[in-house]
């Protein structure tokens, strides 16, 4: 894909649905009493394996442009789960199925199987889960179990691990407590507590009793990690506006970074829609400066840090990003990526263990790009093109599918008018 450079960019933008919440309101209701009907869903390539998933475990939806019907179940059948690309369909489904009474293999692309899930079974065999994995990896085999509810530390900041261990509490006798040593995005304790499940939250620690869910209605709202490359360029480059964005605090460090790196941004039309705050986000060309990111922030915005980092490479200063070392596990190990993306396009980046260094520069030449098959890569780097002064090629964009089938059009057809995308 070729990306030519931009003098200006701005536009009014309608984002995809939150991919977060898509899959969730599609795993919670498949095992729900009742139907639900999911508005302003993601059906890119991670969702749609969530969907095949289920169907394959017995569950019937069907689905219509952007929204996902479902007909939920308390009776899986045993099956072989392919989930395609998708780390946060093989994890959910590690901690949905653990305690169900199923057997099933779960298994994924080349992608997915090199990346961990012991980090995931590890916990959910402390509640008697019976799970093995291959090396520490997909594919995953989970047997029938009985499951008891205990006390359990993550160790990680990971919304997929507290997930996982969510749901298979769910279906423990007793009760299990889970800490995680920083708050992690909460889309599953919301979504569960609205359709009925026993669980509370004090700070960093969820206790969950054993529950039986009933069918929800959700509204998606529009998936503020994919709005990022847009509220980016009207950084970069001019004006953009965003609209329907979900505004949960647990996701919306990146605003809090513009905050640090002098963004001129607003939030308009601030509303709450199924539990989930919503609003426009509107931004302006800003003159930034860098900034130091530490761990307490980054699971507020851990998929909003490629474009963070393309932003400070073009910001006044040095940035440090530090504590990150999640991104090592993710489509691609991130941090390697975004450092070798950001040098592609002329940055001055250098690698550490835990994230990267960045000295910004007002301007960049462009330059070829590799998305090493990570959509978040992809896009990130073609906010970083759009905004140097030659553009450049990215290989393997395609893979923008997964979260953002829609990206290069509306990346097209930012310009300066009012655009419904």
Do not use: W
């Amino acid at each position: 894909m070729k990306i030519a450079p931009r003098a200006y960019f701005g536009g009014e933008f309608c984002i995809p649905g939150d991919k977060s919440i898509t899959h969730r309101a599609i795993l919670f209701n498949s095992i729900a009493k009742g139907e639900a009907e999911i508005t302003g869903a993601l059906l890119g390539a991670d969702c749609l394996s969530t969907i095949e998933c289920m169907r394959t475990l017995g569950v019937r939806i069907r689905t219509d442009q952007t929204s996902v019907y479902v007909c939920g179940t308390e009776d899986l059948r045993d099956a072989s789960c392919d989930c395609g690309n998708s780390g946060t369909t093989m994890r959910l489904l590690m901690g949905l199925l653990a305690g169900k009474q199923v057997r099933a293999c779960l298994y994924g692309d080349a992608s997915l199987s090199s990346r961990p899930m012991e980090r995931v079974a590890a916990p959910l065999r402390l509640l008697g889960a019976q799970i093995a994995t291959s090396g520490g990896k997909a594919p995953v085999k989970i047997e029938k179990a009985e499951l008891r509810g205990c006390a359990v530390d993550t160790h990680v900041a990971s919304a997929q691990v507290k997930s996982a261990l969510i749901l298979a509490a769910l279906g423990a006798q007793g009760q299990t407590v889970i800490h995680e040593p920083l708050l992690s995005r909460d889309h599953t304790e919301r979504m569960l507590t609205a359709m009925g499940a026993d669980i509370t939250v004090e700070g960093t620690t969820v206790t969950v009793r054993r529950s039986g869910l009933r069918a929800c209605h959700v509204a998606v709202p529009s998936d503020i990690s994919s709005a990022a490359y847009f509220m980016a360029l009207g950084a970069l480059l001019g004006e953009t506006i965003c609209r329907n964005v979900g505004v949960n605090p647990t996701r919306t460090g990146i605003l809090r970074v513009f905050e640090q790196m002098g963004v001129n941004y607003s939030l308009e039309n601030e509303r709450t829609v199924c539990g989930e705050p919503v609003a426009d986000i509107r931004v302006k060309k800003s003159a930034l400066r860098g900034v130091r990111l530490t761990r307490e922030l980054i699971p507020s915005l851990i998929d909003e840090l490629p474009v963070i980092a393309v932003l400070c490479a073009f910001a006044e200063g040095e940035s440090v990003v530090s504590g990150a070392e999640e991104l090592r596990v993710k489509e691609s190990d991130r941090i390697r990526t975004t450092v070798e993306m950001i040098s592609a396009f002329g940055g001055d980046i250098a690698e550490r263990p835990d994230g990267f260094l960045i000295r910004g520069k007002r301007k960049l030449r462009g330059g070829n790009i590799d998305s090493h098959l990570d959509h978040r890569i992809a896009m990130s780097g073609a906010v970083a093109l759009a905004a140097s002064e030659l553009g450049g090629d990215i290989a393997h964009a395609d893979c923008v599918d997964i979260s953002f089938p829609r990206f290069y059009q509306n990346l097209n057809e930012g310009t300066g008018g009012v655009l419904h995308v």
